[in-house]
């Protein structure tokens, strides 16, 4: 088992440029999320999902937008990116949390910088 | 909306002393409560958590927590603290309403000295 990957681990964009994360996980989870990580801000939920084919809002989703064409993928993308946007994204996964094996599984990050 | 809060940003320690990281909620239902760790240029691993039932729940490397109603808290402690032990602590809090999300306090590093 692989668990929550992520893929690329780092990149560097500049302002306006245009980017996809990809986050896999193999645990047949429903829910799947993504997070940003900055200094003192502990996490942030950017946007989730709880099945194929549904995206919600989280905390801080502007700027963002996401895709769950698949189960196991949960894409995240950078329409226009900005300076703002530099941050370290998680992904995570989970089974419902009315499950008693309810924990979120993190994938090892990705550090974007923007330029 | 349910918050957390993690009153110390940095806590150093020296290995072998005991730990204690504190972690208040503002809910007004029971909510689920978890303690993760994360290393340095890691992602995140679950310590323990709280649904229900015993208040003192028991995780992994040692780790424990103890859910007071009262107080609002879930203070995450260790006995004696080894150097691998220095991480980020985070506090999280789920409530069991609609598609229920974590919130995240905004983390605790632990720096242990010799």
């Known amino acids: 088992n692989a668990g929550v990957t992520q893929t690329p681990k780092f990149r560097v964009l500049k302002t306006g440029q245009s980017m996809t994360l990809l986050c896999a996980q193999d645990?047949?989870?429903?829910?799947m999320y993504w997070y940003r990580q900055d200094p003192g801000m502990g996490l942030r939920l950017i946007h989730y999902?709880?099945?194929?084919?549904?995206?919600a809002k989280g905390e801080v989703p502007d700027g963002y937008n996401v895709s769950r064409l698949k189960k196991q993928n949960f894409l995240l993308g950078l329409e226009s990116a900005a300076p703002s946007q530099t941050s370290v994204y998680f992904c995570a996964s989970s089974l419902p949390l009315t499950s008693a094996a309810y924990e979120q599984y993190f994938g090892p990050g990705t550090r974007l910088t923007v330029t | 909306a349910q918050s957390v809060t993690q009153p110390d940003i940095h806590i150093t320690v020296s290995e072998g002393a005991s730990l204690e990281l504190r972690c208040n909620y503002s809910?007004?239902?029971?909510?689920?409560l978890f303690w993760y760790v994360q290393s340095p240029g890691q992602g995140l691993q679950l310590l323990l958590k709280y649904f229900s039932g015993d208040t003192l729940v028991q995780g992994i490397k040692g780790f424990e927590a103890e859910f007071k109603r009262s107080q609002s808290s879930f203070n995450l402690r260790k006995p004696s603290v080894h150097w691998s032990d220095a991480a980020e602590y985070f506090c999280?809090?789920?409530?069991?309403?609609?598609?229920?999300?974590?919130?995240f306090g905004k983390g605790t590093m632990l720096l242990v000295s010799p």
């Open positions: 999902s709880v099945g194929e084919g549904t995206t």
């Open positions: 645990m047949n989870h429903e829910y």
């Open positions: 809910y007004g239902a029971t909510p689920y």
């Open positions: 999280a809090v789920a409530v069991l309403s609609g598609y229920s999300t974590l919130t």
